[in-house]
């Protein structure tokens, strides 16, 4: 089966000087994490960005994992991510696509009790945004991320659906596509009515939403 | 403190991170944060640090992934102000 996860993070929505202290931060990420940060990002990147990118990737995780696990318990510090690649360039021009530019990722090997997944990530002035994927290619992964106007949820759920559907549509031209909820709450696609195999994901945070999807082919 | 003492501490908790102030007035054990009151699931380590501080206990990582709806927060909180 296959799924996908996504989240975004809105930096100006995040409290910096809660986020570096350890009583909080240590809810979110492990001591071998810690470690990962002092020996590979501390002088690339902000702790509070670090604690949140890593946040992002494990929300994602548990986003992939809860459409094949339904009622799976998100346990943050039992995300581990074992690797992280910085990318070469961090200028981000295109927030909406298929598959990333490997040039301006995060590039992460995420472990979870027996499951292993892969993940993007881009760090932006505004925001964080993470996918996840269960092998480290994302072709058949696309992924949106858009600022709104308002932080209220319904507008954001409103957003960020009809965002995703203008993409889909590009791909089903001829279906009259709807984003639903299955009986555990996941985002599921409706054609016509009736429930595709193709897993999407939506997330929101303050003034931003963004979506993911993988298709078969 | 009784269920309903620390339920009403724990609106105070959570009511930062709702705008549905008038669900948060009548919510319940089944209450779900995220679904039914709509907090970001960004923010469920804040609630989590603001109880830890209000009640003065220490919530241990198994105990935090329990937190997603009022009851499992009571339950919890119940749970480590009886151990201190």
């Known amino acids: 089966m296959i799924s996908t996860g996504n989240d975004i993070v809105a930096l100006k929505a995040i409290n910096i000087t809660r986020t570096k202290q350890q009583n909080f931060y240590s809810k979110i990420i492990s001591d071998s994490e810690k470690s990962l940060y002092d ?4 002088e690339s990147l902000p702790f509070e960005h670090f604690v949140w990118l890593l946040w992002s990737i494990k929300e994602s995780v548990y986003k992939y994992l809860q459409r094949i696990t339904p009622g799976i318990v998100f346990s943050p510090t039992r995300v581990i991510i074992n690797q992280l690649e910085a990318p070469a360039n961090n200028t981000i021009s295109v927030f909406e696509g298929r598959d990333f530019n490997d040039k301006i990722v995060y590039k992460g090997v995420v472990e979870f009790g027996a499951h292993i997944l892969y993940s993007r990530s881009i760090i932006a002035e505004d925001f964080i945004f993470s996918v996840v994927n269960h092998m480290d290619n994302f072709e058949r992964v696309l992924w949106g991320i858009r600022p709104i106007d308002s932080d209220e949820p319904d507008r954001q759920s ?3 659906r009809t965002f995703a559907i203008t993409m889909l549509n590009s791909l089903f031209p001829d279906a009259e596509l709807q984003i639903g909820k299955n009986i555990h709450g996941i985002p599921v696609l409706l054609k016509n009515g009736i429930e595709i195999p193709v897993p999407i994901s939506l997330a929101h945070h303050d003034h931003y939403v963004a979506y993911s999807f993988a298709v078969s082919a | 403190m009784t269920r309903e003492e620390t339920l009403n501490e724990l609106k105070k908790v959570i009511a930062p991170y709702t705008i549905n102030k008038e669900m948060l007035a ?8 995220i679904r039914d009151l709509k907090i970001n699931s960004a923010n469920l380590v804040d609630i989590i640090i603001d109880a830890e501080a209000k009640y003065d206990i220490e919530i241990d990582y198994d105990s935090a ?20």
């Open chain 1, 158 to 160: 409103e957003t960020v």
């Open chain 1, 39 to 42: 020996q590979q990002f501390s």
């Open chain 2, 65 to 84: 992934d329990k937190m997603t709806n009022v009851g499992s927060c009571l339950d919890v909180i119940t749970e480590k102000i009886n151990q201190k």
């Open chain 2, 26 to 33: 009548g919510i319940n054990d089944q209450t779900d944060l």
